[in-house]
């Protein structure tokens, strides 16, 4: 070209089309990325489709480099490119951003801005405007180098884009920004980042940008400032918001130094100007001779700009109005995340009615309780979704009442129906301690919904049951999910657990064969996911877990049986932003993983059916899953119950109303559980309890 030092076009070829001039001139000098880059497409995990993979590599030549590359079709180019952005950007977000056009005018702050949008993707155009040229005192914020001084800021700028994406649409406008051209430059852009020195195009530029419906954005650099200007929703906001009165570029034309840097005071708010650059204010032309810029704040105002195109290209709520990101205020705040923290504050109000000071510790001696005290205690032992404990313990001479307390409850307890399962083990404990102590009584239960109570009655010669020996078991039982071994279970041991289950009105549904299990599984983790990605099912999942060893209720964060992985990204997963992120993308698959490893680690899993729906029913089903429990505990089984989401649901309205997003899903996992174990149109799944023998 007749001028090398406004070369930036990178020209492509096809395959065979190369001259020979340019061969022979890149000879020293020519590369070819295409195996690699299939190497690196095949390693993806969504693989490149055939639109992708049938296009034909280019060869790109840079002529200020005198350098040849052989690169992949721009479809796959771009698909490997920009494949991290993933999540960050979905597909139909990067596809949106792709098809901006945006113009960068100013080229000193402006080519981190510049780089950066294409780095992310986030232009299918850029237009850049500059008509200064690099020198040395650039290079402390510019990213460039000694070969570039003298070179065009906007032609450094475009070259090094060139050399990332060679696809990428690129204009230069060497002479800059001026009254007669700024027309053309404007034409079909879509966002116009301005970055110059000179006020009076400031103002050019957004009047400009106003009369178009162009929203501008710009970064000053000192104190992290994003401005933005949505000119397109707001046709009427004046120029820099109004801070400088009605300002016009032909105001600015004859301003003296002194008034123009009053001006940009004045613009960027006195008050808000970092110490240092109001300091240099007031130095400009005597020990400075500009406004002082630091390479870290430009680099900033690269990502920054670049997050505020994200959010237009995303559709988000982008605003005109400023917003600050100072490094030295956020440096003032470091904190020391090792710090010991405030010990927690137990805020846990003890009802008197169902729980006693001394009965609460689990290795207590049940030698040093009186007979009341232990039929309370092994009554509290019993196990309860989310260990909520959901009952009321009233105790009187001759009778103790376990009533159902409906406060205590989420929106899986349908009807109450898991608390009356509750109520159900609490009550069967409390028959094992009764019977121990040779005063248990009769044992009935009353009242309907949740009203439902069942009571065991004292007398000085009670009688005493085969279930009094269970005692120890009840004070030891505890659930354990940790990942078994898979080992399948002796056949006498199901047999012996189904003998425990049958009744007029339960039966055991013994699931033991892998591909039965890993059935299971599946449903579970489907379930598991909805249960994470549904808001309030979410947060009440969440609610259920403590990090506070004196709170005698919800469950201890250490005894989840975390693997490391799963415990260092609890943070994450409690985190309702992200969930909405998953459910938004239709993803988090793996929020359902821990579960399903978890139940295909089984030696077997118990499915408890029952006949009837009433709360009392439940009741009575609460006193065979304990009894249940007891017996798989005692024949070296550890036990952990693995509720899917719409368990306590008997009909598929109520499954559907659980999740607004997924309730068509929850629906169709309810109808693949009944089908699965052929559980009958008068029966209802009740509880699944995980048996497992445990590693080491």
């Not at 600015?252 to 006195?270: F, G, P, R």
């Not at 240092?276 to 390479?295: C, D, F, K, N, Y």
């Not at 504050?345 to 009186?370: A, F, H, K």
Request: aromatic share 4%; glycine share 8%; net charge negative.
């Amino acid at each position: 070209m007749s001028n090398p030092g406004f070369t930036w076009r990178a020209t492509l070829y096809d395959v065979d089309a190369v001259p020979d001039n340019v061969r022979c001139a890149c000879a020293e000098s020519t590369i070819d990325l295409t195996a690699a880059a299939a190497e690196q497409a095949a390693r993806l995990a969504e693989p490149p489709g055939p639109d992708e993979t049938s296009e034909p590599p280019r060869w790109v030549h840079f002529p200020w480099r005198s350098a040849l590359v052989k690169i992949p079709g721009p479809r796959l180019y771009c698909r490997l490119r920009l494949d991290r952005n993933r999540n960050k950007l979905t597909p139909e977000e990067q596809d949106r951003a792709g098809q901006l056009s945006i113009g960068i005018i100013g080229l000193s702050v402006g080519h981190a801005i510049a780089h950066t949008l294409a780095l992310e993707g986030l232009a299918g155009e850029l237009r850049l405007a500059d008509f200064d040229d690099l020198e040395v005192t650039n290079l402390n914020r510019v990213p460039a180098s000694l070969c570039d001084v003298g070179v065009n800021k906007a032609v450094v700028a475009a070259r090094r884009i060139a050399e990332l994406d060679p696809y990428l649409a690129v204009t230069v406008v060497p002479e800059g920004i001026t009254p007669d051209n700024i027309g053309s430059f404007l034409d079909g852009l879509d966002i116009v980042i301005e970055e110059c020195d000179s006020f009076a195009i400031k103002v050019l530029v957004r009047d400009e940008c106003r009369a178009r419906g162009i929203p501008v954005i710009m970064e000053t650099s000192d104190g992290g400032t994003l401005d933005v200007s949505r000119f397109d929703l707001e046709p009427d906001r004046p120029a820099f918001h109004g801070l400088a009165g009605p300002l016009t570029a032909a105001d600015l034309e004859t301003l003296s130094a002194e008034e123009m840097t009053a001006h940009a005071v004045t613009i960027l708010e006195a008050e808000q100007v970092t110490p240092r650059m109001a300091a240099s204010a007031l130095e400009l032309g005597r020990t400075v001779s500009a406004w002082p810029q630091l390479g870290g704040d430009v680099a900033l105002g690269g990502a920054t700009v670049a997050a505020a195109v994200r959010w237009l290209a995303q559709g988000r709520d982008l605003p005109s109005g400023r917003v600050r990101l100072d490094r030295d205020s956020w440096l003032e705040t470091l904190s020391d995340p090792l710090a010991e923290a405030p010990p927690p504050t137990n805020e846990t109000t003890r009802d008197e009615t169902t729980t006693d000071e001394t009965t609460t510790d689990i290795d207590v001696d049940p030698d040093s309780l009186t007979d009341l005290q232990l039929i309370r205690f092994a009554a509290s032992r019993a196990p309860s979704a989310g260990n909520q404990q959901p009952w009321r313990i009233t105790v009187g001479p001759d009778a103790v009442t376990i009533a159902l307390d409906p406060a205590r409850t989420s929106t899986l307890d349908i009807e109450h129906r898991a608390s009356a399962i509750a109520v159900g083990a609490a009550l069967y404990n409390a028959e094992v301690a009764a019977a121990s102590r040779g005063v248990l009584g009769s044992t009935t239960i009353t009242g309907t919904g949740v009203d439902v109570q069942g009571t065991v009655r004292l007398t000085p010669s009670g009688r005493a049951t085969a279930g009094s020996a269970d005692l120890p078991a009840v004070l030891a039982r505890h659930t354990r999910r940790e990942r078994g071994t898979g080992e399948a279970p002796a056949p006498d041991d199901m047999a012996r657990l189904i003998e425990v289950t049958a009744t007029d009105n339960t039966r055991l549904i013994a699931i033991t064969g892998r591909t039965e299990i890993a059935d299971f599984a599946s449903i579970l983790a489907r379930s598991d996911r909805i249960r994470f990605l549904t808001p309030e099912l979410h947060r009440e999942m969440f609610a259920e877990l403590t990090d506070d060893p004196t709170d005698p209720r919800g469950i201890q964060v250490d005894d989840l049986g975390l693997p490391p992985s799963m415990r260092a990204m609890l943070d994450i997963l409690r985190r309702d932003d992200v969930m909405a992120l998953l459910d938004e993308w239709d993803s988090g698959d793996a929020l359902g993983a821990d579960a399903a490893a978890r139940a295909e680690s089984a030696s077997a899993l118990a499915l408890v059916v029952q006949r009837g729906t009433d709360t009392a029913t439940y009741v009575q089903t609460g006193r065979v899953v304990e009894q249940l429990w007891l017996a798989a505990e005692a024949l070296g089984y550890a036990v952990h119950p693995m509720t899917p989401t719409a368990l306590y649901a008997t009909d598929d309205g109520t499954a559907r109303g659980l999740s607004a997003r997924h309730g068509d899903e929850l629906v169709a996992l309810r109808q693949e559980l009944l089908k699965r174990w052929s559980i009958g149109a008068d029966e209802t799944p009740t509880c699944v309890l995980r048996l497992s023998r445990a590693a080491g």
